[in-house]
């Protein structure tokens, strides 16, 4: 099995050399690494952001462990030449649809919260997020009105397949978690919306086993610091997931906590943090790990066949919290390098 390594730009190298030591310390059999340049490091070594080279990396491999892109260096550059476009385009290229954003309490940290402690407490909650059309694929562009004012727009744009894919993943992930869907649009103003209602609840036929339902972006973010205890899996689109699953990370504590998996309809996945590049922190050994540790298990459990490494790697990082384990996100002083020794002592 071929996991395609691509660290990134900022904190991205740091944190995900933590990742590999965990995965190195389970010595998990045939399991090989490829590393390969992505983001801004692409772009000023090979003058893009996705090298060819990469992508095909990428293609090859059965999963690919990503650290973070976005480098303040390359601001300036068109658009299509800017870090950010190296994981989008991976997205689009290898149909990585389906994101799982999971926010789980770990008890230890309901005081790293901004939330009272026992509201935090009760988060378990699973975001399924769109991630190949919305907004972030539809048409842009800038253009001058009729008065000559200049004017930039995004398209918004579903089509009936493209939420039928991801309602799928979303009622199955309920299926296996607490059979609760809540479905996140904004009906009450976008066609783009209805559309993505109305197919939601076609699909629903096919889970009489799953409660749905549906609520509007708006109230969705307010819900989600009043009482998200409420939550079991949450379905929406590409940018309301971008949104809400920033907001679900500071619930949880710390937005240095939070994994993803990017999944095709095959199982492939891309596994990184939900955070960025922080620029502001880069180089210094002070990013937290966890959430590209946990993203690690993430990889194990859905593209190679590893659940039960995938288990130990989470209990491993539950047991370094109650351990006391702590870096700076989190309240504490221990670097990037020391929360790693915590979950390896753990493991
Ligand atoms: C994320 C990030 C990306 C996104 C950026 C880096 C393009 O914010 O994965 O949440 O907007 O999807
Ligand atoms: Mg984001």
Redesign the pocket.
């Known amino acids: 099995m071929l996991v395609a390594v691509l660290a990134g730009d900022g904190i991205g190298p740091e944190i995900v050399a933590q990742a590999r030591r965990v995965l190195d310390a389970l010595a998990i059999p045939d399991l090989r690494f490829e590393e390969a340049l992505v983001g801004g490091v692409a772009y000023k070594a090979k003058g893009h952001p996705l090298p060819p080279e990469t992508l095909a990396l990428a293609e090859r491999a059965d999963a690919i462990l990503f650290g973070a ?2 480098d303040p260096d390359c601001d300036a550059l068109e658009r299509s030449l800017r870090p ?1 476009q190296a ?2 385009g991976l997205r689009k290229a290898l149909t990585l649809f389906s994101n799982l954003r999971p926010a789980k309490m770990f008890a230890e940290l309901a005081d790293a919260s901004t939330l009272r402690p026992e509201v935090a407490r009760a988060i378990d909650l699973l975001i399924v997020r769109e991630l190949n059309g919305d907004v972030y694929f539809g048409e842009k562009g800038m253009r001058k009105t009729a008065d000559g004012l200049r004017e930039g727009y995004d398209v918004m744009a579903y089509n009936e397949a493209e939420v039928r894919r991801i309602a799928h993943s979303a009622f199955r992930a309920a299926q296996a978690r607490r059979g609760k869907l809540c479905s996140v649009d904004k009906a009450n103003v976008l066609e783009t919306s209805q559309l993505w209602r109305d197919v939601v609840s076609e699909v629903a036929a096919d889970y009489p086993d799953v409660a749905l339902s549906h609520m509007y972006v708006d109230n969705a973010a307010m819900q989600l610091v009043r009482d998200p205890g409420q939550f079991d899996v949450i379905v929406t689109g590409n940018l309301f997931g ?1 949104i809400l ?1 920033d907001q679900a990370s500071m619930c949880v504590g710390s937005i240095g906590m939070l994994a993803s998996a990017s999944l095709d309809a095959n199982g492939k996945g891309l596994y990184e943090p ?1 955070h ?1 590049s922080a620029p502001d922190i880069a180089g210094q050994g002070k990013a937290n790990p966890l959430a590209t540790i946990l993203s690690a298990a993430m990889m194990l459990r859905f593209s190679l066949g590893q659940p039960q490494a995938a288990d130990r790697i989470e209990a491993a990082v539950a047991r370094a919290l109650a351990g006391g384990a702590r870096s700076a996100d989190l309240g504490g002083t221990l670097g990037t390098q020391a929360m790693g020794d915590a979950v390896l002592a753990a493991l």
């Open positions: 892109v976005g950010e994981i989008l971008d699953s939900i960025g």
